[in-house]
């Protein structure tokens, strides 16, 4: 199930769906109570839930979040307004999906993933981060999910990567958590997470389009960029880690900043020459 504008729901539709999270069932004024068979609930709110004591303990029933960006880049701009819908190319029935519960659910714990699990507790309470026992609870589970999906029959350090999505609760707190559970789950996730920020700060402090030192700071930021991806390839190259997705992210991340950056001073250079013709 999908619901829209989840945030905007008044009490007595939170408590509707609340019953139906929990119980799976749902009680109609002057009618025998319904049965409902909610699988899997997504919901979606462009307000944040944190703000609102009386929201707080709806939103902490969502235990994945993840937040959508505003889209940036003009290309990829245009090919979301230009793309056509598509029929899925994918179908998965009841009976698969049963199946795949029961799977994950045999996944094998660790006792090293228990351990860096509660070495995340503390590091999250030590920052301030508040996490409920409902998402500590889910957090085993969601783990052995990931493993499920990455075909391994026991839950890996690097597998805790996923709860990068469970333990934050305000948007705001997003960051420091990827940190504290790259720095726990899979160092190479933290590396590839700082090489990102890098990339960031060195964009941020270029000079205003039109300053006069403006095309050599770009020509020295590419440059730096350039040596910033290269490091982390060279990180992704020599890593065991089964699973890089996280960083092979970072890598193609880092190389969409260069290659905006050098379409768009390039752009300049052609109009200067334009004008001096």
Known sequence: MFLDEIGRGNSVVRNALLKIILERTLDEIGMAQVTVPLISLFAASNSSMTDDEDLQAFDDRFVLREVVQEIV????????????CQAPKAWIDLAQIRLAQEEAAAIRGTREVLDKIIELRHACSSEGISVSPRRWKKALAITKARAWLDGEPEVAPEHLAVLTSVLWRD???RKAVERLVYQAACPIYLTALEAEDSVTDLVKNLPEPGAANYEEAVENCLMQIADCHADLDQHVQRSRVKNLERAKKSLQTIAAVH???????KKRMQRMQL???
Do not use: Q
Request: hydrophobic share 35%; glycine share 4%.
């Open 73 to 84: 880049d003009d290309d990829a701009f245009t090919r979301m307004i230009t793309a056509k």
């Open 171 to 173: 948007p705001d707190e």
């Open 259 to 265: 290659e905006g950056l050098a379409r768009d001073i």
């Open 275 to 277: 004008r001096s013709a």
